[in-house]
């Protein structure tokens, strides 16, 4: 069957098999450097961005632009949002012009699911909330597949997991794989309801550490809070960060964040920029996974 002209709300939509597809799409890309494409040449991509973003809106552009898609970046604060237009008669007039796929990163949970009532183009998740960012924890698997060639892995995710959709899909989508997956922080952070996911909840950092091939360190969500969750941000760097002296304790200390990162808060920069570092490998991935997943879901031919 494979994701042709599919959604992708988040990785729930993917069977293992479309996993190892844009797996080996990503490969083949990435294999090929910086090269351009036409597979996608007619196709027109437009990206929603709602919230901040570096790394995902950029990415989602470089792949859609490689692979020879026209890519348009609708503003919101420049739309005619601003004079009252609802977000369907938005979303009915980019179609009316001939958007064959959607990219949204929203603030609220569920608005790409919204979004797909009002359109027959396939829709990606580019992050909604705190609920998921499905192309995050593919690229974050990719980079995992591609040091390890499996997933016979242990992985602890430390930080603000409550607030972070990054954590949601990465544990889902890693344990679909077959990764022992770990979430720990303080309480506060690492509620008991995330066993349902059925990965394992520490907040005993250190031990977790001590036991992991990758520890992933996510950001302190400053902008989700409204305080109560820690004393202060020393204080939490001082119990929950990651320091060269904590990541010397876990057997093959390999560091991964998803971005944009806190120094200082939940990583020190002697492990965000030491060479067992891979932030700067899962960006780069990031724009050929993008390119698998367009590439796939448009129906390109590359080879
Ligand atoms: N990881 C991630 O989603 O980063 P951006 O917010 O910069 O897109």
């Avoid at 890309?29 to 090269?35: D, T």
């Avoid at 938005?90 to 958007?99: E, F, H, N, P, R």
């Avoid at 995710?157 to 954590?167: K, P, T």
């Avoid at 891979?278 to 993008?290: I, L, M, P, S, Y």
Wanted: aromatic share 8%.
């Amino acid at each position: 069957m494979g994701i042709r002209g599919k959604d992708l709300f988040d990785v729930d939509d993917l069977e293992a098999s479309d996993v190892k597809e844009i797996f080996e799409r990503a490969q083949f890309f990435k294999r090929h450097g910086l090269q351009k494409w036409t597979s996608l040449k007619g196709k027109s991509i437009c990206t929603l961005f709602f919230e901040s973003s570096t790394r995902t809106r950029i990415s989602f552009e470089l792949a859609a632009k490689r692979l020879g898609a026209d890519i348009i970046n609708f503003t919101a604060s420049t739309s005619s949002l601003n004079k009252g237009e609802s977000f369907k008669d938005t979303v009915k007039t980019l179609d009316a012009m001939g958007i064959d796929l959607y990219v949204i990163r929203h603030s609220e949970p569920g608005s790409p699911v919204m979004m797909k009532k009002y359109t027959n183009s396939p829709v990606i998740n580019a992050g909604d909330g705190v609920h998921a960012h499905p192309t995050q924890a593919l690229l974050d698997a990719y980079t995992i597949w591609e040091k390890f060639g499996n997933f016979n892995i242990k992985i602890v995710i430390i930080g603000d997991i409550l607030h972070s959709r990054v954590a949601r899909s990465d544990a889902k989508l890693l344990k679909m794989l077959g990764a022992d997956v770990t979430l720990a922080g303080p309480e506060s952070f690492v509620p008991s309801y995330f066993e349902n996911y059925g990965v394992r909840i520490s907040h005993n950092i250190e031990k977790s550490i001590s036991e992991s091939d990758i520890v992933m360190g996510l950001r302190v969500q400053l902008e989700r809070q409204s305080g109560g969750f820690f004393p202060t941000l020393d204080e939490y760097n001082e119990f929950y960060g990651i320091n060269s002296k904590r990541m010397k304790m876990a057997k093959n200390p390999i560091f991964m964040h998803p971005g944009p990162m806190n120094r200082g808060v939940e990583v020190m920069e002697e492990v965000s920029d030491s060479d067992s570092s891979a932030v700067e490998e899962q960006v780069t991935n990031g724009v050929f996974v993008r390119m698998a997943l367009l590439d796939l879901i448009l129906g390109g031919v590359t080879n």
